[in-house]
């Protein structure tokens, strides 16, 4: 009896796994901001409801998306690091990069502003922290942030590597802050991120120093993989990458809201002025 | 801000609400633990008693070697399996990344050593009589086999506990090679780290309690089979 009672429970449980594999999946691999902010979630059924995919995904920073995607494991990408992004179209391991969201970053430090960069532009404030050795949290894990916030400092005509003020966490956004809010550091996020974090850590002693700034736009692209990846789903992939730049998709990440803000600004079809 | 008690409640309400997104990463860590673990018991039992009981020449090497293993770092186990299983490695064809099968793979690499360790030690441990005494009844080698792993048993039902153990709590190889994909790939353990990554740490620690009430559950199983066997 006993034994009999345990076939059952295990074979319905099979029925249940079995049942989740109706509708064609389609693997993303993307970003952990997608993912952590929870618009893939909210995405996720409107997707499933109007393409009949079901859309799984894969987050990690931007580099090892990259690497995912060059690898064909994924069938599809996601993912915000423009320069990255264009190098990986021209070494042939993607055939098509389509913009199709923004959001932006901004520069957050503790709020008595010890380095005294309120308002400065992007490359002024990150000149003026390194010239004061104020503490600065880099994520230090090749993602898309990390790349953005490389090319501040490149564009403020510095390096910092080994500086014993320049932090580098090698961890998510998430944990980046925090930590920079444990060691009163500035740091730069995605304003997705930001949000969320505030939402949760209201006495983290963190502010906006330092927003608006044109050089701290966050473009998203959809990345479609060559003919040489054979055992990915190629026409899964197109039908995804139409959803995201139709009227449709464009106007559900629009209404994406976390704590009542509204994170992305979806831009199919207008590329951003760079 | 008090992790611990908001934890606590946390893992109640998802036990008692049958949280979906739980039990699926429940479900995921139960099914990567039980291939792993199977495939481990497997391969790892016979090769661990000829191990521990032929003597054959470079059998200290292997042994060394296998202690060695002990100290992989999960991590490069799962970069390694990766390298194995990505669509362009060389067992890509396999399509097993990704997968549930593919992360009991990364993981019996992991669990492997351990039996294997722990049998040889036992076997080689276990009486030396008890062979002279079977092979004088006239037993053939394949009942020496069981004999001396029946005598060992308890050894290797600690073996098998350890192995759970490393298993069941696993994070670099369920990382990378199953990719944490939501209702698929998400065990406990990768959404401990999602969830810690997120900020979420009352729900990790949460997720904490429910993993550790699953391994109590298993050890409470085997104690009572091994009650059993003893009685």
């Known amino acids: 009896m006993r034994k009999f009672s345990l076939i059952l429970a295990l074979a319905a449980l ?8 109706a509708a064609e999946s389609i693997l993303v691999g993307t970003t952990t901001s997608t993912a952590d902010t929870g618009l893939l979630d909210y995405l996720a059924p409107k997707v499933l409801k109007d393409t009949g995919l079901d859309m799984r995904w894969i987050a990690v ?17 996601m993912v ?14 993607g055939v098509s990069r389509t913009e199709f969201m923004f959001n932006d970053f901004v520069l957050v430090g503790p709020a008595k502003d010890p380095a005294k960069i309120k308002g400065k532009s992007a490359a002024d404030a990150l000149k003026t922290i390194a010239a004061a050795k104020a503490s600065f949290a880099s994520r230090g894990d090749d993602s898309g942030t990390d790349k953005l916030e490389k090319g501040l400092w490149k564009n403020a005509g510095l390096a910092p590597d080994k500086d014993p003020w320049y932090i580098q966490v090698g961890q998510g956004m998430l944990v980046t802050l925090r930590m920079a809010a444990e060691r009163g550091a500035y740091t730069i996020t995605d304003r997705g991120t930001w949000i969320a974090f505030e939402a949760k850590e209201h006495h983290s002693g963190l502010v906006i120093v330092s927003e608006g700034d044109m050089a ?6 959809i990345i479609l993989l060559p003919p040489k990846c054979s055992k990915i789903k190629h026409e899964a992939a197109k039908k995804l990458q139409a959803w995201f730049v139709s009227p449709v998709g464009q106007k559900a990440i629009a209404d994406f809201k976390v704590e009542g803000k509204q994170l992305f600004t979806p831009n199919a079809g207008r590329s951003a002025a760079k | 801000m008090d992790y611990f008690s908001e934890g606590l409640t946390r893992a109640v309400e998802l036990l008692l609400s049958l949280d979906p997104e739980a039990f699926s990463a429940v479900w995921a860590t139960a099914v990567v633990t039980a291939l792993a673990l199977a495939a481990s018991l497997l391969i790892g039992l016979p090769l661990g008693f000829a191990l521990g009981h032929f003597r054959f020449p470079g059998r200290r090497v292997a042994r060394l070697f296998v202690d060695w293993m002990l100290s992989l770092p999960t991590v490069v186990i799962g970069l390694i399996v990766y390298a194995m299983f990505t669509t362009r490695g060389p067992l890509g064809e396999w399509g097993l990344l990704f997968t549930l099968p593919g992360m009991g793979v990364g993981l019996t690499l992991l669990g492997l050593p351990i039996i294997l360790s722990m049998t040889a030690t036992a076997v080689e441990s276990t009486d030396v009589r008890l062979t002279e005494t079977v092979l004088s009844l006239g037993a053939d080698r ?3 086999l069981f004999a001396t792993l029946s005598e060992a048993r308890f050894a290797m039902a600690l073996a098998a506990a350890s192995a759970f153990g490393r298993i069941v709590s696993e994070v670099g190889i369920a990382m990378m090679v199953g990719g944490n994909i939501k209702w698929h790939t998400r065990t406990i353990t990768t959404a401990i780290a999602l969830e810690t990554g997120k900020g979420e740490f009352a729900t990790g620690i949460a997720l904490g309690i429910v993993l550790m009430l699953v391994a109590l559950v298993v050890n409470l199983l085997v104690a009572l089979l091994r009650r059993r066997a003893v009685a």
């Not at chain 1, 099979?14 to 594999?21: E, S, T, V, W």
């Not at chain 1, 915000?80 to 391991?93: L, M, R, V, W, Y």
């Not at chain 1, 701290?216 to 692209?221: E, V």
Request: net charge neutral; aromatic share 6%.
């Open chain 1, 14 to 21: 099979l029925a249940f796994a079995g049942n989740a594999a």
């Open chain 1, 61 to 77: 920073g931007t580099g090892k998306a990259l690497e995912h995607g060059k690898n064909c494991d994924v069938d599809i990408l």
């Open chain 1, 80 to 93: 915000h690091a423009p320069g990255a992004e264009k190098k990986f179209i021209a070494d042939g391991n």
């Open chain 1, 216 to 221: 701290l736009r966050n473009q998203y692209s």
């Open chain 2, 142 to 144: 394949m009942q020496l």
